[in-house]
């Protein structure tokens, strides 16, 4: 038996017993093959040309897909139908050879045998026709592994081809295995996708190898949020995976922690990297997360939780109290907090800023580690106003010699309700039908907890 066929038989065996270990998942790999057939190919490379050695190494692996379920693969060639002539390159020389289907394994083992380098290296351009060779299915996983011996010779941008296309969701992050490139070529290639160098015909083996057990290979990982003793007991909090390459929301998830007090295990895709924000107040964020295909990985980030209950200390005369809450000396709002939840944030220190009449500031408030800590505030009392007509003016708040506005009158009304915090206040106002300054009137009155206080003007 050939060595190829040995190979053959064991990624078949490797791939098999991958499939029959990993959790069952009804959505589809689509693995896209770009093949270079550009004239270069024919140069030498260990077991004889190049051509020879990739196309067969090649057919074998997609005979080896054959048994696999859920996966599709097609075959695109660029390079192999127009010869470069004194005319120049023919930059637009790529062509879907063998769309997607199911059972179309034996087309392009077939067609492999068949392809005759030709033309010239068009990277970009066939990066940018694979977009329309993807069925539209937006549970699939689209997979392209381009095989090339040469770098971009058509003035296109590969990279921004392949950038465009992760960032419309088109495919995930591309394979690209390089046969004996120059290392200065190879810096090239490393924004495209996962760059993989093959230096012989062996390493080519091996890396075909790799980046398929890595398209197909089921892979996991745990997020564990610590406490502040490094414990993963925090849970129950909603969490995104965004690629860290294209920003995309790759996936969402709510926390969970199972019956033993192990994190749920989740089924990520190993393609590419993550970014991963959990939904905490504030968020917690972890940039630029790498997962190694068919193995578990433990994501770990800070997140220790307390409570924040706000009270009043008797009846809410409020209809919908509310409080504004930020990270202590900081302006940006966090959250609009109800006097009715119990709300969860990350520990440390809040500024608060309850939406009362007048407006109650408390700063330094500490949220501690798996406790509650408990805001209350004093009960409001009601303010009665009376007038003999409508008019316009203002509830102002004494503190000392200065006055603080706190809210206005209605001049459609001439009688109003409006509930205070407790303390001194005074009204000033105007009737409407009076046109001179010297008509305002004013009156100070005491707000007390619970009590209700009339003024008549």
Not at 269 to 297: F, M, N, Q, R
Not at 443 to 453: K, Y
């Amino acid at each position: 038996m050939s060595v190829f066929k040995n190979i053959a038989l064991l990624l078949t065996f490797l791939v098999s017993f991958a499939f029959a270990e990993a959790q069952t998942s009804p959505q589809k790999t689509r693995i896209l093959f770009v093949f270079d057939a550009s004239q270069s190919m024919y140069g030498r490379w260990d077991e004889g040309q190049k051509i020879q050695v990739a196309t067969k190494l090649l057919r074998e692996i997609v005979d080896s897909l054959k048994s696999t379920e859920n996966v599709e693969v097609a075959l695109r060639v660029y390079g192999h139908q127009n010869s470069v002539s004194s005319d120049g390159r023919n930059c637009k020389d790529t062509k879907l050879e063998v769309p997607f289907s199911a059972k179309n394994h034996d087309k392009i083992i077939e067609h492999l045998g068949s392809i005759r380098p030709k033309g010239t290296t068009l990277i970009a351009y066939s990066l940018e026709q694979a977009a329309n060779d993807f069925p539209k299915d937006k549970n699939a996983r689209n997979v392209i592994i381009l095989i090339t011996d040469g770098i971009e010779e058509c003035d296109g941008d590969p990279c921004a081809v392949s950038l465009a296309l992760q960032k419309r969701g088109v495919v995930l992050k591309p394979f690209v295995i390089g046969m004996g490139l120059e290392p200065e070529v190879i810096d090239a290639f490393k924004c495209v996708g996962n760059y993989y160098d093959a230096t012989s015909a062996e390493t080519f083996r091996d890396v075909l190898n790799i980046v398929i057990s890595q398209a197909l290979n089921n892979t996991t990982a745990q997020v564990n949020l610590l406490d502040v003793l490094n414990r993963p007991s925090e849970t129950n909090v909603p969490m995104t995976f965004y690629d860290s390459f294209s920003k995309q929301i790759r996936y969402n998830f709510v926390h969970t922690i199972d019956s033993r007090g192990n994190p749920d295990t989740l089924p990520i895709d190993p393609l590419g990297s993550y970014d991963l924000v959990v939904h905490t107040i504030p968020p917690v964020i972890k940039k630029d997360i790498k997962l190694v295909a068919g193995k578990h990985t433990v994501i770990a980030l800070d997140a220790p939780q307390g409570n924040l209950e706000l009270k009043m200390n008797g009846y809410n005369e409020y209809k919908d109290l509310k409080a504004i809450v930020r990270r202590g000396n900081e302006v940006e709002v966090l959250v609009v907090q109800d006097f009715s939840d119990l709300q969860k944030y990350i520990t440390g220190k809040y500024d608060l800023e309850i939406l009362t009449l007048p407006r109650t500031n408390i700063t330094g408030v500490n949220i501690l580690q798996s406790r509650t800590t408990t805001v209350e505030i004093p009960q409001a009392g009601l303010l009665s106003i009376g007038m003999s007509s409508k008019g316009y003016g203002g509830i102002f708040q004494l503190k000392g010699e200065e006055m603080v506005w706190v809210c206005n009158i209605s001049s459609t009304s001439t009688r109003e309700s409006i509930v205070l915090q407790p303390g001194n206040y005074r009204l000033v106002f105007r009737p409407i039908n009076s046109r001179l300054s010297i008509y305002t009137k004013e009156e100070s009155f005491e707000i007390q907890s619970g009590q209700s206080t009339q003024v008549k003007l």
